[in-house]
């Protein structure tokens, strides 16, 4: 098993590009979310989805939009990329509820200037 | 002001010193997890308390939920440089589907 896999590792942006983040978990679980991560703040919650077809607002949820298709794929779509959006950017996934052990993976670090 | 306060935010021992980690809230929680991230990789987690009282042994590390379910401790005894990174506490309220975060204390043990 793979786990979960995040492309790209790194992605440099200028203002007002657009872009997908990409998500996959290969262990059939039902419940995957996008956190950021800054200095300082911990990770915080973007978007989160309790399986295909249904996903939810987090904390933090403003420039970004997700979708669910499959069980196996959550993408992250900035919009307009805005340097406030710099930041590095993980995805993880859980067997059911959002309070079982999450398994993250890598991260994307975005750059956006 | 983040909902789960962690402290200190930064820690530098020497190998075979202890250290202890506080993770506290105001509110109450149903669970509390503790993660720890390496550089550039995600977060692992360690364990989930899940009863007001309740302390969990991992072998040199003891993580203790508070009898209110509103604070929570890691405690390191005689670190080693593998102990190095950072730790964070994440936690549920009621039954919800989403965990919140506190902002994370980074560990480093010198050998």
């Known amino acids: 098993n793979a786990g979960v896999t995040q492309t790209p590792k790194f992605q440099v942006l200028k203002t007002g590009q657009s872009m997908t983040l990409q998500c996959a978990q290969d262990m059939n679980h039902e419940y995957m979310s996008w956190y950021r991560q800054d200095p300082g703040m911990g990770l915080r919650l973007i978007h989160y989805s309790v399986g295909a077809g249904i996903t939810d607002q987090g904390e933090v949820p403003n420039g970004y939009n997700v979708s669910r298709s499959t069980t196996e794929d959550f993408p992250l779509r900035l919009l307009s990329a805005a340097p406030s959006q710099t930041s590095v950017y993980f995805c993880?996934?859980?067997?059911?509820?959002?309070?079982?052990?999450?398994?993250f993976g890598p991260g994307t670090r975005l750059t956006v200037t | 002001t983040q909902l789960l306060e962690q402290s200190p935010q930064f820690l530098s021992i020497q190998e075979g010193e202890n250290l202890t980690v506080y993770c506290n809230s105001s509110?109450?929680?149903?669970?509390l997890q503790w993660y720890r991230q390496e550089p550039g990789e995600g977060p692992v987690l360690l364990v989930t308390?899940?009863?007001?009282?309740e302390v969990k042994k991992l072998k040199r590390l003891t993580f203790q939920f508070g009898d209110a379910r509103k604070d929570s401790s890691l405690h390191i005894t005689a670190a080693q440089p593998g102990d190095t990174g950072l730790y964070l506490c994440?936690?549920?309220?009621?039954?919800?589907?989403?965990?919140?975060f506190g902002g994370g204390t980074r560990v480093l043990v010198k050998p």
């Open positions: 308390v899940v009863t007001g009282g």
């Open positions: 993880a996934s859980s067997q059911d509820r959002g309070t079982y052990e999450q398994y």
């Open positions: 509110s109450v929680f149903s669970s």
């Open positions: 994440a936690g549920e309220q009621a039954a919800g589907n989403k965990l919140t």
